[in-house]
């Protein structure tokens, strides 16, 4: 839709009025400031979002300009730099707008209303000093730095972008958080990346709760997804996880150093007896639905949010501590889950999962879609995308995700289609019948023609020659290919074997369930 | 989007056309090596992630990593870091998810709800097992010894009372959170109790309540999640984070006007059906009351003959030997005449079908029971042949003789009937309906929407306003133009009129005078026992007869004339400049009309009118 930024033009000078700039000490900091943080060893500029008291120390939870909302921390008082000059929150309301430096983002216009401004949402942030942590928003931000990455959150990089998947999407027109002023003031860190200014989405709350209404998963309201993180850490299973994102589990659980998740039927407890007690009774092994799918790996379920509401709830709470702009904000009902597993002598154990709208209006086949944390990069992430296809093959539909993705989800996508795409190309080029049009591929692979065209040009493998247009087998394409191949060979490779789906008939649903209970 | 922006190449590229067969070549295939940048170019589309996100630091770096990969170089992989997951330490995992799973050969298919699976949803903490065990040590919750003699109580019986006392406070108490409601009493939780708890649990309700007593608070004591009924229930709720999975209010069906009157019709068609089965019900009711009177009226019969037969047997008279039989086997008969007397009484269309009930029976009594209808045609007949053989006899007695008196009683040449001339006024149905009429015309009335007047609705109306116009035109020639309902009549008028003169039945014409003036004349009938009784007398014959009106109430505000003999009309408002000109006419006609009506009227149409 809007354009993307590119070119990180130069012009800072351009700038609206900075903000106030001075110097802090402890006491003086407030909710929205923003201070030089060490992040793995860097310093980098960070907002205070939320400030409590532990153990009779502040503690500051800061939101990191330019990094994800899942690296946002509590830090202790040493970790900020107060040797530099902070960046005060700019009053109320006012001219926020211009705040952002929007040196590189060539396109993006700066509406006011957005940024910064959301007036809910400075209004709302708490200013005294100790705060229980309570929902804020955090307005995003993002300078380039030069750090290299983070360390303490960045445990697990995602070595293998096929593999981590994490996309929510609503539609919807993605719009960009609200940013609170921000002052690049770093010319380098203007350099590194752009920052979009906030345009507003089209869509005002009241619009976007009512198309939720009628269909989608996601929110693109800043206040809905700006929120400090409520749960501590997680266990779940044999893993304890840091929660990425705000989930309204029960409020009581902000006060839990973990919350304990049965693994099968996802409920969940702030109390490691109650949890022991729940385990001697729950009868789960898998999945509360029908088994549409098993191989030597994997077992997918077909679960109806309308049946099986409270599993779908819990699992909607869970998947939104690591999907962003997932949105909880109504029922499960008009969605189907399908969830993948793994079997052993315990039972099913949860993998991930994607949901899809019993009815999409504007045909995703895919709503939301997530690897649980503790099994991401195992390449299970290819498996829900290729799965979520080939269920639209049996419907003979061209099934696209919703939008927009998150960085995880779109390198997921990318790698699968770029994957099944230079395949299905060699395929063609050995039958010796090296002619196909987008669309063939499309309906071949049951994606889009858009997402055929945005892969091919992607990888720039549609050229221009003798006056026509051909797709080029690149070079650097059919590397990636073998490379993958050969790990492949090493490690096994897993698929989704379709015949094994073929007894598996889309739900039908009839127009009064439609009309009446979603 | 389709065509990568070459901005150095001077030819212009062609758009790609998704639908076009494009050919797979490899790298080293193309002919011409174009100018590298143009080719290079790195394709800018949309990613369809937010645009605040795309500019992420490390989502960046990765994308710039594969996209220079795609252009042929090395460059190093990226990753986007996430928070951590570690093994859980001290977790006896064996334990807590034990190994007990068996894969089934087939695909597992599976109903049961998480509600189903998981048992008492209460859970104990650290607090309830310490008190449990307190508990089972023979203390009650303050420490003393527990005077009931029970025995131990086990975990699962501790969290069913701990559970019951929850849901049956949530359920009383739904917003105790917000109000503060008082804790409930022990007694009250047992009478509301919905399921039924086993009784092991219930021998533990008191010492348990106690303890619950004490750790209740607002919340409930497991955690739950906001949930909101309806999305619509408050604003507030809108801004609580916490709150989720609200219910999506009915979707609404689109309101148009085709629906509306789909709606419509619907109803009245309903309405309809619903009205004619009402009708059948009391008809039948009528009917099966008519049953219960002639089937008393027998058994008094049957009772007087049992008497009868006593007294017989008492005095010792000696009957037939059939007699005994007669009592019942002749009942027959006997309860056919009684029948037959409630019939002449009843004078009912239900009546009649009774009979014809008994017809089914039995032939015979038919031949017993005179029809009121034959009765009445009878005594028309009578009337009418008496009337000719009267007339025959007056023209015998002055044949040969000349009249020369002033008004002879000669009876009049035979005219159409004069009675036809005028349309009755709309009549209220007499049987009042059950229920409320119908708010909306029925469907017949509403064919002929638009018009107001129902006296146009008695078809042979409009030829005979041509007649009586005709009939006007002995004194003075009119021209009549006659528009069906050009003169509207609203029922309140119509029965103004009938209260005023509940006997007879008000008849009117629309006449329409010169300048287009028009009048709507009204006139009453005679009752309608004159009919059967003076049959005879030359009085019933017209012409001599005294012109005779009719009062009409005043509120009537219709153009009325009561008709005098060579008098104008009397004048009503706007009535009067016409008089002038035409005074004679109307009284003239009115009168002769208003005899010949008293004259000939026809038993038939108006004993149908009953």
């Known amino acids: 839709m809007a354009p993307r930024n590119d070119a990180k033009d130069g012009e800072k000078g351009a700038e609206e009025p900075k903000p106030e700039r001075g110097y802090a000490t402890l006491a003086t900091l407030t909710i929205g400031t923003k201070a030089s943080v060490e992040k793995d060893g860097e310093k980098r500029r960070a907002e205070i979002l939320s400030i409590q008291t532990r153990r009779g120390r502040p503690t500051y939870y800061v939101h990191y300009e330019e990094f994800n909302k899942r690296l946002d921390e509590w830090v202790s008082a040493e970790r900020l730099d107060l040797l530099q000059e902070v960046e005060w929150p700019a009053p ?43 929902a804020s928003e955090t307005p995003f931000d993002g300078s380039a730095k030069s750090s290299r990455r983070p360390s303490r959150q960045g445990g697990k990089e995602n070595l293998d972008p096929t593999v981590t998947i994490a996309t929510e999407e609503i539609g919807g027109t993605p719009q960009p958080e609200d940013e609170s002023a921000i002052d690049l003031v770093d010319m380098q860190e203007a350099a590194v990346a752009a920052k979009a200014a906030p345009n507003h989405g089209p869509y005002s709350r009241e619009e976007e709760i009512e198309k939720l209404r009628t269909g989608g998963s996601m929110t693109q309201n800043q206040t809905e997804i700006s929120r400090v993180r409520n749960l501590e850490r997680i266990q779940m299973g044999q893993y304890e ?35 022991g007690r729940h385990r001697k009774k729950c009868t789960l092994f898998h999945p509360p639905g029908n088994e549409i799918y098993r191989d030597d790996n994997v077992s997918f379920f077909e679960i109806d949010g309308r049946r099986q509401r409270t599993w779908c709830r819990n699992l909607c709470l869970l998947s939104k501590l690591f999907l962003d702009h997932k949105t909880l904000y109504y029922d499960v009902d008009p969605f189907l889950f399908y969830c993948m597993t793994f079997r052993n002598a315990h039972g099913h154990h949860l993998v991930g999962y994607f949901s899809k709208e019993k009815e999409s209006a ?157 | 989007m389709s065509t990568r922006n070459n901005a150095a190449r001077t030819v212009r590229q062609r758009k790609l056309n998704p639908k076009q067969g494009l050919r797979i070549i490899r790298e080293s295939d193309i002919e011409e090596q174009l100018d590298d940048e143009s080719q290079r170019q790195v394709y800018h ?99 003393r010894d527990r005077k009931d003699k029970l025995s131990q109580c086990p975990e699962d019986t501790f969290e069913e009372v701990m559970n019951f006392f929850e849901d049956t406070s949530a359920r009383l108490q739904p917003y105790a959170n917000v109000d503060n409601a008082p804790i409930l009493a022990l007694e009250e939780m047992e009478r509301a109790q919905e399921e039924e708890i086993s009784a092991d649990s219930r021998k533990w309700l008191k010492p348990i309540y106690k303890y619950w007593v004490l750790r209740k608070g607002n919340r409930p004591l497991m955690p739950s999640i906001k949930v909101r009924v309806l999305d619509t229930a408050s604003e507030a709720d809108d801004a609580d984070p916490y709150v989720c999975f609200r219910r999506r209010e009915v979707r609404l069906t689109r309101k148009t006007r085709g629906r509306d009157a789909q709606v419509v019709e619907k109803l009245k068609k309903l309405r309809l059906e619903a009205q004619s089965a009402l009708e059948l019900v009391r008809l039948v009711v009528d009917r099966e009351r008519v049953k219960a009177d002639s089937l008393q009226v027998d058994r008094r019969v049957f009772n007087e003959r049992k008497q009868l037969k006593e007294v017989k047997a008492a005095k010792n008279i000696i009957g037939e030997k059939g007699d005994d039989e007669d009592l019942l086997v002749n009942q027959k008969p006997v309860s056919k005449s009684s029948k ?51 007339k025959e006899q007056h023209k015998k007695w002055n044949q040969h003789w000349i009249d020369e008196t002033k008004y002879p009683i000669t009876p009049p040449s035979e005219e159409s009937n004069p009675m036809s001339k005028w349309a009755q006024l709309p009549l209220e149905g007499l049987n009042s309906y059950p229920t409320p009429p119908p708010s909306l015309p029925s469907q017949s009335s509403q064919q002929k929407e638009g ?116 008098r104008p009309t009397r004048p009503d408002g706007m009535l009067v400049q016409q008089q002038s000109s035409h005074g004679r006419w109307a009284s003239g006609d009115q009168a002769s009309m208003k005899t010949g009506a008293g004259a000939h009227g026809r038993p038939g149409s108006q004993g149908g009118a009953a």
């Open chain 2, 451 to 566: 018009e107001d007047v129902e006296m146009p609705d008695v078809p042979p109306k409009v030829e005979e306003g041509k007649q009586a116009t005709a009939g006007a035109e002995i004194h003075e020639p009119l021209s009549v133009f006659h528009i069906p309902g050009a003169y509207p009549l609203s029922d309140d008028e119509a029965s103004d009129d009938d209260a005023a003169e509940p006997s007879g039945y008000p008849a009117c014409r629309l006449r329409y005078g010169r300048g287009g003036r028009c009048y709507l004349e009204t006139r009453k009938r005679r009752p309608y026992g004159q009919l059967s009784r003076g049959v005879v007398s030359d009085s019933d014959s017209d012409e001599d007869y005294g012109p005779g009106y009719f009062p009409v109430s005043e509120r009537i505000t219709f153009d009325y004339r009561a008709a005098l003999n060579n």
């Open chain 1, 92 to 134: 109320e309301k006012p001219d926020n707008k211009s705040k952002q430096k929007t040196t590189q983002s060539k396109a993006q216009q700066v509406s006011k209303t957005d940024s910064r401004s959301q007036p809910n949402k400075s209004q709302k942030r708490p200013r005294s000093a100790t705060v229980t942590r309570e």
């Open chain 1, 241 to 275: 996880i840091e929660p990425w994102y705000f989930s309204p589990y029960p409020a009581e659980f902000t006060d839990c150093d973990l919350v304990y998740i049965c693994e099968s039927c996802l409920c969940y407890f702030g109390n490691n007896t109650q949890f």
């Open chain 2, 340 to 390: 037959g007397r409630g019939d002449g009484q009843a004078q009912r269309p239900a009546t009649i079908r009774l009979r014809s009930v008994g017809d089914g029976r039995s032939a015979a009594p038919d031949v017993d029971l005179p029809l009121l209808d034959d009765w009445r045609t009878e005594a028309d007949h009578f009337v009418i042949s008496t009337i000719e053989a009267r």
């Open chain 1, 362 to 518: 504007e045909g995703y086949n895919v709503a939301c879609i997530l690897t649980l944390p503790q099994h991401q990069r195992k390449g299970y992430g290819k498996l829900l995308i290729q799965f979520s296809y080939e269920l639209s093959k049996i419907e003979n539909k061209l099934g696209s995700p919703e939008k927009p993705l998150s960085d995880l989800g779109l390198l997921g996508y990318r790698a699968y289609w770029q994957e099944v795409i230079v395949d299905l190309l060699l395929e063609r080029e050995g039958e010796g019948t090296p002619i196909v049009s987008a669309e063939d591929i499309g309906s071949s692979l049951a994606m889009t023609t858009n997402d055929v065209l945005h892969t091919l040009q992607n990888l720039n493998m549609v050229r221009y020659s003798n006056k026509t247009h051909v797709i080029v087998l690149t070079e650097a394409v059919l590397v990636q290919r073998e490379r993958q191949k050969e790990k492949e060979r090493i490690k096994g490779k897993r698929v989704i074997e379709g015949e094994r789906l073929a007894g598996w008939r889309p739900p039908v649903f009839t127009a009064a369930a439609r009309t009446w209970n979603w």
């Open chain 2, 45 to 143: 589309g949309e990613t369809g992630v937010e645009k605040a996100e795309e500019i992420e630091y490390h989502l960046q770096a990765v994308i710039n990593a594969s996209n220079s990969t795609t252009l042929g170089a090395r460059a190093k992989q990226s990753y986007i870091p996430t928070p951590d997951v570690v093994r859980a330490k001290g977790v006896k995992y064996d334990d807590l998810y034990p190994k007990v799973f068996k894969e089934p050969a087939t695909y597992i298919r599976f109903g049961s709800t998480v509600e189903d699976s998981v048992g008492v949803a209460y859970c104990m903490n650290d607090a309830d097992i310490e008190f449990l065990a307190r508990l089972n040590d023979g203390k009650d919750i303050d420490g």
